[in-house]
């Protein structure tokens, strides 16, 4: 069983929608929650960054963390074409180097 | 320059042959990332540098993978004898420090990857 499960997708979705793109974890000692966007063809940048549990808002992008649950969640609010990527969820635990563990990535496709 | 760079974008190799791939990171940076990023797989840490040492080497999956980094900058990732499951996508990510050690300092900036091919 991998750390970090995610839906491979595509998801497709039209314009204007409400995107929920969601990774479950199985190491309880992740503390820091991510998530990347990646265009075809380039590298991943960084879209949210989440300490612990709770809810960060950044624009259209509300990322939600659930650790009882072990359950993060990107809401993308007003969908755009230009959104149409792959999404990937990382994390990692706490002090100290510790690597990224990501999920394999959703691919998000917005029609106009 | 502006961002991490990667050489080259593309490399297509025979099987038994070796390559070399090779990371610019973004000026000043101290910390170097590898990661690969196969189908299906997600992106799968290999390295991390610090300066020109690798306190964490656990991700290269095999003796075959080596890399190393000179003046604290540019840094190659080598793959000996290659075969056909070294076929992915290598990325190269840099951080100002390492991830972790300083308070939010989860910003990596990727480079835009060396898609590898073993025929």
């Known amino acids: 069983q991998k750390e970090v499960e995610q839906d491979p997708g595509p998801l497709s979705v039209p314009e204007g929608a409400i995107v929920s793109l969601n990774c479950t974890y199985s190491n309880s000692a992740f503390q820091y929650f991510m998530w990347y966007r990646q265009y075809s063809r380039k590298g991943p940048e960084l879209l949210m960054y989440t300490y612990s549990s709770g809810n960060k808002e950044d624009g259209r992008f509300t990322a939600q963390v659930d650790k009882s649950s072990k359950y993060i969640s990107l809401f993308i609010r007003d969908s755009q074409p230009s959104d149409s990527a792959t999404y990937l969820c990382?994390?990692?635990?706490?002090?100290?180097?510790?690597?990224?563990?990501f999920g394999t990535g959703t691919r998000l496709l917005v029609s106009p | 320059g502006a961002g991490v760079s990667q050489s080259p974008s593309n490399k297509v190799t025979e099987k038994g042959k070796d390559v070399e791939l090779r990371c610019d990171p973004i000026s000043g940076h101290t910390a170097l990332y590898w990661y690969r990023q196969s189908l299906g797989q997600g992106l799968e840490f290999l390295i991390y540098?610090?300066?020109?040492?690798?306190?964490?080497k656990s991700g290269l999956p095999s003796d075959r993978f080596s890399a190393e980094r000179t003046g604290g900058s540019v840094s190659t990732l080598t793959i000996q004898r290659t075969q056909q499951e070294d076929s992915a996508v290598y990325l190269c990510a840099s951080s100002l420090v390492p991830l972790g050690l300083a308070g939010r300092t989860d910003t990596q900036y990727f480079g835009p990857g060396t898609r590898l091919t073993v025929l």
């Open positions: 990382a994390m990692r635990r706490s002090t100290g180097f510790q690597k990224l563990v």
């Open positions: 540098f610090q300066g020109n040492s690798a306190p964490d």
